[in-house]
């Protein structure tokens, strides 16, 4: 490790840019980028299936950066091949781990079961397990696990067959959504009568991300800053014309007009205090707790997308945020 030695920080390689109005440095760059910076222990990287990974072998050795994740977006009905084809390639490239995040409905449109996504999981299993790269399912907007109380069903058809589940944490697409009411009713907790706070804010014995962490679920994170109870992404709509979701805002503060609104470091409390939580968890239980964070500053819709500010620099300062808090524990 180069960033930590008791703490693997990575990064998204989708992150590795200033901005998405200008144009994105080719692969060989932005590992390089990764590799000066000097905080990152490997990349996480998102398949495109039709992106030739076949230089990433010798791209990764001559920059000394891993492929540490492999992962990608899935429908169940239509893309068991391509996640086999991932997990092997993953394998291939040296990664250990395939986050995975799956859509809530089948490609025929149903919503799918609790079951079919166990099912789905145990297919990775045991094509992760011959390609010694295992999934991990990312819970995650749009996706099956969007409405958290399916999380312990699946997993709990999972021990039925001696499976854990094994879960990616991201706190910022559960802390985004507190205090909003359209967001909270997304996950299905709209009879909650404080916002969503008993069970997405840290410091709450009922909260979700603690009972996943306390069974061992969580095997892989990301971090991106968050602040709750805000509007969304005013600087780029979804393709159906809404704005995009609220789950990312500036770690550092960003240049005037480089982003859709005022910014206050204090709006970044409550998810610094989530993360260190999750430090604390991996201080504690080392063997039931994830080995490694990727900092997943991005651009698209749902995120950094449209707006001006250096998400690149916001990614480094995460990074070294992480390091500082872990020493301190």
């Not at 962490?213 to 994170?221: E, K, N, Q, T």
């Not at 206050?264 to 080995?291: C, G, N, S, Y």
Request: proline letters at 5%.
């Amino acid at each position: 490790m180069t960033a930590s030695k008791a703490l693997s920080i990575g990064i998204n390689l989708d992150g590795v840019l200033v901005h998405d109005g200008l144009s994105t440095p080719d692969t060989p760059t932005r590992l390089r980028w990764v590799r000066e910076a000097g905080v990152f222990d490997y990349i996480e990287k998102n398949i495109d299936p039709r992106e030739d990974f076949a230089p990433y072998r010798d791209w990764t050795a001559e920059h000394g950066v891993p492929i540490g994740v492999f992962g990608g977006i899935f429908c169940a009905g239509r893309d068991e091949a391509l996640m086999h084809w991932g997990l092997r390639t993953g394998g291939e490239l040296g990664a250990r781990l395939f986050n995975m995040q799956l859509f809530a409905r089948h490609a025929d449109g149903h919503t799918l079961s609790d079951r079919e996504v166990a099912d789905w999981f145990l297919d990775g299993m045991e094509h992760g397990t011959a390609a010694g790269c295992l999934p991990a399912m990312e819970v995650h907007v749009d996706m099956w696990n969007e409405r958290f109380h399916r999380v312990e069903a699946v997993g709990e058809l999972l021990a039925r067959a001696n499976v854990p589940l094994r879960l990616t944490l991201d706190h910022s697409h559960l802390i985004f959504k507190i205090d909003t009411l359209e967001e909270v009713a997304a996950s299905g907790l709209q009879d909650a009568t404080d916002g969503g706070r008993a069970l997405l804010a840290p410091g709450q014995a009922s909260t979700l991300y603690r009972q996943w962490l306390a069974r061992g679920w969580v095997v892989h994170a990301h971090t991106r800053s968050v602040a709750p109870g805000l509007p969304g992404n005013a600087a780029m709509q979804r393709s159906d014309g809404r704005p995009g979701r609220a789950i990312q805002y500036p770690f550092i503060e960003p240049v005037p007009g480089t982003f859709h609104r005022d910014w206050d470091a204090q709006a970044l409390t409550i998810w610094k205090t989530a993360v260190v939580e999750l430090l604390d968890w991996m201080k504690t239980h080392p063997a039931h707790a994830p080995r490694q964070i990727s900092c997943e500053f991005i651009p698209f819709p749902d995120y950094g997308g449209g707006g001006r500010y250096d998400i690149w620099q916001n990614n480094i300062a995460c990074a070294r945020w992480l390091q500082e808090e872990w020493r301190r524990r």
